[in-house]
């Protein structure tokens, strides 16, 4: 299935017909629905739903189709966005020092698993700097300090605007963006090297080490301005045992945080990922 | 949610606005969707659906609703049914010797997690008697040989028929049913003891220690007339090492089979599983 | 193998030659190693290990075998235990209103997978009686109410000594039992509902529901007078999704307990957990 | 712990002692045992034992340990092997056209993850070269016919050989090696893309796609000369829905691959696996 698609994410108060409404819509323009999923939260009253569906055929020329769905997306009071397959979108990553969350997600664009372009990476660090320049993708070392911090954050944000981002993953960045970032730029993944809301903050492999646990896991989730409270997009968790010392879980807990984070940026491309509240519904 | 809801379960080859067809049958008679999930085969071109709507408000009388579909669903071609939630699917469960996936099931019913009455246990054993009686079921003895199995057969049959059972339960029946028995009553689930297809037939757990494997799983799936090769409904793992025994894998695939089994119970009785050429959909 | 074995459950200070020293107490004696296991903390600087041996042929009669090893352990500065597989531990069952983990238990001790007796359930509600009587195993119903808390744990301490019994089983017990109280019965094995450290105290399934988490989880641990802060015995985890309302994670989660809990009991009761710090070595 | 261990690895037939034995044979010589563990196959009367212990302050030249050390094992039977931490194995990874097995082997050496070296990359084809030269590893390309394979396998057998190689892992090398090969050289790790004994052979995920299941497995064993028939090492799973197309299950599958495949080799370079019969014993 390569013939280009069109996906809309929507979320409104639930009422009767909604599902009737949407798929009238596609149809009416001779419009083939691939997929199609729909949840509903009945304690908040909400309707969430995921319609894709093949834009050849499809007789309502592309730049109109959003203004087409406002009119009916408005009585509606919805909450809604419309992607196209063919449209790729531009991922920036952040990184320290630790490569493997990096290698993983560049060794998978180029295995065409995540429909996307890495045009930016970003550093409080030179140290990755030649993997970056292995892949031909532009690294920018924007140190940071609690003196420059503002400044700092001023220049990513500029960075971002600059290389036309979408979509910022935190991989292994192991610095606090501030309020006023993630109010600049909300659409950012962070991978946390814990099964949240066990062990936020620093540390957690020591702190699970110490607490004596018998799993251990990791948590992808969009970033908010409180650390780690973010909504959820995906959780996965290995075995230790009392023979796994620090190092151990540290060397275990990389292959959770690169196939967690991987799995999650994938389902942020493929717009299966609808946040409200803090939750997240994900069509998968 | 305890209002009563419709479930339509259909598949049927696929064309554009098939999912409105649907929605718009439910929606001019009020009824408002709690449950939209759709899925397309595009290599065989089938398209396949679960909707679930509520019956309040449904200005349709309940036994008007299935002609009234068929007159959409007919220019279609397709394959479809219609449940109601508050008409419990009647049960009966098969059972030899061992008592673990029978209690199982038992407990769960009691506990509310099966939406179905069990009116009937069968058995070619009288073992597990004492356990039937304990819970005020009927238990029929039918002892299997060679020379009896077209007998036996027809005798379970008309059980089936007399108390009227929508789904019968191999819960460790360890017996194979004829092809005229299927023929005639097909909505069957079995559970295998192992991780199909590996080590079907016989005694797997005793080839799976032989082969050395590192995980054991079973294998719930409904029965067709080639042994163990019926459509997969749902399958789970455990790991084993060398240490494991035998009647340690026993011992945990037994934790295996009653989890395997009984989620794919619920999930049929759910009507949330639907079954085409040798493979399953499973809305969940 | 179904023949009487002795277990040794060690732990001290390490030091050179400790594996030698055991091995050769029980060869001196003509003993049969069947398991034997250890692990050396090197940051605390603590050795522990686990053997177990046939005791036919052994040539120490078997009350002599405790002080024979004492001579042994005493310059070790070690902490010792000997348990004898044939004489079957002692176990109360402590229940609130649930079922599940009790029934489960029960089962399993008849199906011969926990080496146990169970001569005692101890509620403080009337509502499982039934299933005691059914068992045939004592039940007694201790109210607890602030005011009469002191005196309800009198009573529980004397029907503990009462009956004999080795260890308590917190299976859905929803109270917490007092320091003196544990101070006084400190083999207790409890359940709790989520993967801790997450959702330590009350209502977890609804916070972890709030919080959007896409796994829930069980853990097993020692009781300590830290609410589930105590050592952990096994941990597990089942996926959920946006789908999952409370009451499902409720459902998902009871098989989770049961399991979990189960595994913990069985390995407490083949003397394969050493308890040391906060931590739990378990010789699996 | 990074001061230099040794390591024995052992099996024999069973007889009181041998614990001791072993254990005594190194505290005599002042050893400093940091891991031992043992199995016994009572079905088969074999005892297996890995036992680690510091070379700091082990009174026996390292070249005096083996031929000491078989003075003991011999009166036992025993077949028995001793390994340094700090002489380093040598790999050679074989691929065909896929990369990620081959990228993740040499990441985790890169990372400290595998104690060896990787001097000598081998394939039927062109296409991995640039991977090799990146990291500056020898590459040889020897292309496979059926005309040409004795004599191919000839000059393999000669680098394994000029390169001093331990161990040979196929890294999806999709080509089967001769039983002479095998008989020549038979320390070689494979990954298959199936959990075995499901879908040996060829095109696994298209058997499973059209089997159905609903878990897909990979399996880490050693080459033997029956094709997929050989001791498993590793397995691991994960879980596909009908949604997974034969293209997804190999996406997944790959995630497998890597995973069990590095997972393996790491517990072999440990000297932790044990093969005897058609099985491991793996002292992880």
């Known amino acids: 299935m390569t013939r280009p698609t069109a996906t809309l994410l929507i979320s409104c108060p639930d009422r009767q ?15 083939n629905i ?16 995921r319609v894709e569906w093949q834009l050849d055929g499809f007789n309502l020329p592309r730049e109109i189709i959003a203004p087409a769905f406002e009119a009916i997306a408005f009585p509606l009071e919805a909450n809604w966005e419309v992607h196209f397959s063919d449209e790729i979108p531009r991922l920036a990553i952040w990184v320290t020092q630790q490569d493997h969350c990096l290698l993983d997600l560049l060794w998978r664009q180029r295995a065409k698993e995540l429909p996307a372009e890495i045009p930016l990476i970003l550093s409080n660090h030179e140290t990755l700097r030649p993997i970056a320049e292995r892949f031909g993708i532009d690294y920018h070392h924007i140190p940071i300090s609690s003196q420059t911090k503002a400044e700092s954050e001023a220049r990513q944000l500029d960075l971002l605007q600059e290389y036309n981002i979408d979509l ?3 991989a292994k960045y192991m610095q606090i963006l501030s309020t006023d970032f993630i109010d600049r730029f909300p659409k950012i993944i962070n991978i946390h090297h814990s099964f949240l809301p066990a062990f936020p903050g620093a540390r957690p492999y020591h702190r699970a080490h110490k ?6 896991g990791a948590t992808a989730h969009y970033a908010t301005v409180d650390l780690d409270e973010g909504p959820i997009v995906e959780q996965d968790v290995v075995r230790v045992s009392h ?34 509240g803090n939750r997240t519904v994900v069509f998968s």
């Not at 017909?17 to 419009?31: C, D, E, K, R």
């Not at 691939?34 to 739903?49: I, K, M, N, Y």
């Not at 607490?211 to 251990?216: E, S, Y």
């Open 17 to 31: 017909g909604l599902v009737a409404t949407i798929a009238n819509f596609i149809y009416s323009y001779g419009g």
């Open 34 to 49: 691939v997929h199609a999923d729909q949840h509903t939260d009945f304690e908040r009253g909400v309707f969430l739903s």
């Open 168 to 170: 910022a993953v935190l």
């Open 211 to 216: 607490r004596g646990v018998k799993i251990i």
């Open 243 to 276: 023979r796994d010392e620090v190092a151990d879980l540290i060397r275990k807990g990389k292959d959770l945080e690169r196939m967690v984070l991987a799995r999650a940026v994938r389902l942020h491309l493929q717009h299966r990922v609808l946040v409200y």
